[in-house]
């Protein structure tokens, strides 16, 4: 086979196959942040691969309809013998097409759900910050509701949601680390990581590694939040606070980053049996391994199939 439908089949196996090896080298959470790149790299790696694929195997039914012969194209393309009595052209025309279209339906099935995640997030910014209780600290309201939760949402001006069960029942630190645990999640525009990530799973629905992305990282980037928490306060405040804020039903939307909202039991055993130094570095180098393989690869194939 050739250099475009090598690389087909390599973006197709990271979308189907990768998202179960991912889960198991990034669940730990050990270094959130490089979890978070290697999910990203995996997803603009597919994405990428296919788009160059795409248009070498365009380019070559472009050569193919301007003189090159039938067999000549299936042999670029399909790595057959220019004996072989298969058109390779027609194929070739088809497979380009199909995956011209393919790129367009999902840039603006993926733009449109952008738009509409993107605004469900800015009205419900808007609408907290007009009927919460402001407080002394910018971009910080307060909302009545019985249940402890604390959530962020971005928008126009982004804001920070406490609910008033949880303003006085927390104690000053803990209320004090789940408040730049959501600060963090604003500073490192993680809504905009995962708005983007949801709708890309909405636009590729039944592709595992879309679907699996987003729940992956939302689970990274709280990890994220808590670590930039933990280290501003200490491991036990953030810990209380999740502890406190963890009890069923969490009054929290669909667009919010709450502190206790996802996958608490694994970020409070992560928060409180920390693994060591040396199996972290570990760790670490093995996810930097997996990227560069990911990256490397197509290189890999352009090569192999060149020479």
């Given at each position: 086979m050739t250099t475009g439908l090598w690389l087909l089949l390599y973006g197709a196996a990271l979308a189907w196959l990768s998202p179960s090896l991912l889960r198991r080298l990034t669940k730990p959470g050990v270094s959130p942040q490089m979890g978070v790149a290697v999910w990203l790299t995996a997803i603009s790696t597919t994405l990428i691969t296919w788009v160059i694929a795409i248009v070498l195997i365009g380019l070559a039914a472009i050569d193919g309809l301007?003189?090159?012969?039938?067999?000549?194209?299936?042999?670029?393309?399909?790595?057959?013998?220019e004996h072989g009595g298969l058109a390779g052209l027609?194929?070739?025309?088809?497979?380009?097409?199909?995956?011209?279209?393919?790129?367009?339906?999902?840039?603006?099935?993926?733009?449109?759900?952008?738009?509409?995640?993107?605004?469900?997030?800015?009205?419900?910014?808007?609408?907290?910050?007009?009927?919460?209780?402001?407080t002394t600290r910018p971009g910080v309201v307060v909302v009545e509701a019985?249940?402890?939760?604390?959530?962020?949402?971005?928008g126009h001006r982004p804001a920070i949601v406490v609910t008033s069960a949880a303003w006085s029942s927390l104690a000053r630190s803990e209320l004090a680390a789940v408040?730049?645990?959501?600060?963090?999640?604003?500073?490192?525009?993680?809504?905009?990581?995962?708005?983007?990530?949801?709708?890309?799973a909405g636009a590729l629905p039944r592709l595992p590694l879309m679907q699996q992305s987003s729940e992956a990282?939302?689970?990274?980037?709280?990890?994220?939040?808590?670590?930039?928490?933990?280290?501003?306060?200490?491991?036990?405040?953030?810990?209380?606070?999740?502890?406190?804020?963890?009890e069923p039903p969490n009054p929290v939307?669909?667009?919010?980053?709450?502190?206790?909202?996802?996958?608490?039991?694994?970020?409070?055993?992560?928060?409180?049996?920390?693994?060591?130094?040396?199996?972290?570095?570990?760790?670490?180098?093995?996810?930097?391994?997996?990227?560069?393989?990911?990256?490397g690869t197509p290189a890999f194939i352009s090569f192999l199939c060149h020479h």
């Open positions: 301007i003189g090159t012969s039938a067999a000549t194209v299936c042999l670029e393309l399909f790595g057959l013998s027609s194929g070739s025309i088809a497979l380009a097409s199909g995956g011209i279209a393919m790129v367009v339906i999902f840039s603006a099935r993926t733009c449109r759900w952008s738009s509409r995640l993107r605004s469900r997030s800015r009205e419900h910014a808007d609408a907290v910050l007009m009927v919460g209780r402001p019985q249940r402890s939760a604390a959530y962020c949402v971005s408040l730049t645990h959501e600060q963090a999640h604003i500073a490192g525009r993680h809504h905009q990581i995962l708005t983007m990530l949801r709708a890309m990282v939302a689970e990274l980037l709280e990890m994220c939040a808590d670590d930039a928490a933990a280290r501003r306060h200490g491991v036990e405040p953030i810990l209380g606070g999740l502890l406190a804020m963890a939307p669909a667009e919010g980053l709450a502190a206790a909202g996802t996958a608490v039991a694994v970020r409070a055993m992560r928060l409180a049996h920390p693994v060591r130094r040396t199996a972290g570095w570990c760790q670490r180098m093995l996810l930097a391994l997996s990227m560069t393989m990911m990256l």
